[in-house]
T-cell receptor, first 113, second 116 residues
């Protein structure tokens, strides 16, 4: 079985400060890990993915994520937050060879000017 | 040119009615999905088709019936609508196929269903 946990319902950060949105996962076998962002009344947009290789993955809009196999984590990071980054962020997992992508409950990010 | 498009964007209907949502993707993907997002924004996978074949069928009431006339289209028909069906339904597509690949999901803008 696959599962994703996003332990924070909400993350608040000041503009210009670094941000981290946490994610841990559980999957049998090797995971494919994803981050998506959802703006109000919109569909989800893909940000980045980890497949294999380098544990630090870079994605869209200056976001990056760090894969940690021993901690089964895939935290989303950005060195300097923008007000426009305020949105709902979803971590997702799919096992290698599978078709089913499972999403976490989402973390709402508020960036204050 | 929208990659994954859903119609209608909004549906308001009475309990007991039947409704359909249509989805089309122009990305040339082999795999399409329906997800349900509830009022708490939780996303639940419902169905998936690969090249018109049903490959994922989660524990969804059988009032929900997906249909894929070709690999670019995936429709969702809901019979005897109930209050609890109110949600946003998202269609998504992916380049995933049986030989693997790491395809991420491309989502439509969602169809907000309100059952009164």
């Amino acid at each position: 079985a696959q599962s994703v946990a996003q332990p924070e319902d909400q993350v608040n950060v000041a503009e210009g400060n670094p941000l981290t949105v946490k994610c841990t996962y559980s999957v049998s076998g090797n995971p494919y890990l994803f981050w998506y962002v959802q703006y109000p009344n919109r569909g989800l947009q893909f940000l980045l993915k980890y497949i294999t290789g380098d544990n630090l993955v870079k994605g869209s809009y200056g976001f990056e994520a760090e894969f940690n196999k021993s901690q089964t984590s895939f935290h989303l990071k950005k060195p300097s937050a923008l007000v426009s980054d305020s949105a709902l962020y979803f971590c997702a997992v799919r096992r290698t060879g599978g078709f089913k992508t499972i999403f976490g409950a989402g973390t709402r990010l508020f960036v204050k000017a | 040119d929208t990659a994954v498009s859903q119609t209608p964007k909004y549906l308001v209907t009475q309990m007991g009615n039947d409704k359909s949502i249509k989805c089309e993707q122009n990305l040339g993907h082999d795999t399409m999905y329906w997800y349900k997002q509830d009022s708490k924004k939780f996303l639940k996978i419902m169905f998936s088709y690969n090249n018109k074949e049903l490959i994922i069928n989660e524990t969804v009431p059988n009032r929900f019936s997906p249909k894929s006339p070709d690999k670019a289209h995936l429709n969702l028909h809901i019979n005897s609508l109930e209050l609890g069906d109110s949600a946003v339904y998202f269609c998504a597509s992916s380049s995933l196929n049986w030989t693997g690949n790491t395809g991420e999901l491309f989502f439509g803008e969602g169809s907000r269903l309100t059952v009164l």
